[in-house]
């Protein structure tokens, strides 16, 4: 059964303190592993997608990286506004492009 | 680009009454949508998907008399929520399917949702 593991479940950072999330996956087959960031009350906001092991994507204070078991998103001297949750998805093959979320990872930077 | 709205943001409903919920992909076309819902501190919950011109599938445990869906263009999808119960009061979120290719993974785009209060 395809398994997406989020950890940890919160993370209270200090503003500048850098830090990583982490999420491990069990799938059958992966087409591509995507990273969203949820404010409160609204709908998930594209950051990434991954597609192979090795790859890299950076966007301002955030980079992902990929294994061929797990990603981390790392975020560097965080900001305030970088409070948000975030989540990881999976697509599998023959999923017709259906994701596998993890539960997210709550973020909270304090200044 | 790659822009999902939703109509309304917010509803306020009687019990029994029917609510249609909009999705719209703005800038792109897409084939494919899909209807989540979520609870509070909870992850998104996959309730159906949507093809255009086509039947919706629907995930385990959804009701497809209750949540019916319309894919009637390669733009808009909409869910009805029929003889809405307190019960069905949640975050509903669409999203909208990007296609990269057959061999790339597609990105799913997400509208703003819509929070439905059943009173």
């Known amino acids: 059964e395809d398994q997406v593991t989020q950890s940890p479940e919160a993370l209270r950072l200090q503003e500048g303190e850098s830090s990583s999330l982490n999420c491990s996956y069990t799938?059958?087959?992966?087409?591509?592993l995507f990273w969203y960031r949820q404010d409160p009350g609204k709908g998930p906001e594209f950051l990434f997608t991954?597609?192979?092991a090795g790859e890299e994507k950076e966007k301002e204070r955030l980079k992902a990286t990929l294994t061929k078991k797990e990603s981390f998103l790392h975020i560097t001297a965080p900001k305030p506004e970088d409070s948000a949750t975030y989540l990881c998805?999976?697509?599998?093959?023959?999923?017709?492009?259906?994701?596998?979320f993890g539960a997210g990872t709550q973020v909270v930077v304090t200044p | 680009g790659a822009v999902v709205s939703q109509h309304p943001s917010w509803v306020i409903c009687k019990s029994g009454t029917s609510v249609k919920i909009e999705c719209r992909s703005l800038?792109?076309?897409?084939?494919?949508m899909f209807w989540y819902r979520q609870f509070p501190k909870q992850s998104l919950m996959l309730m159906a998907t949507?093809?255009?011109?086509?039947?919706?599938?629907?995930e385990q445990g959804v009701e497809k008399d209750k949540f019916l869906i319309n894919h009637a263009s390669l733009t808009l999808s909409t869910l009805t929520v029929t003889s809405a119960h307190p019960e069905d009061s949640s975050f509903y979120i669409c999203?909208?399917?990007?296609?990269?290719?057959?061999?790339?993974?597609?990105?799913?785009?997400f509208g703003p949702g819509t929070r439905l209060t059943v009173l």
């Open positions: 998805a999976v697509q599998v093959s023959d999923s017709w492009g259906k994701f596998q």
């Open positions: 999203s909208a399917l990007g296609e990269r290719g057959a061999n790339v993974a597609d990105t799913q785009y």
């Open positions: 799938v059958s087959g992966l087409r591509g």
């Open positions: 949507s093809n255009e011109g086509s039947k919706a599938t629907y």
């Open positions: 991954l597609y192979s």
């Open positions: 800038d792109f076309q897409a084939t494919t």
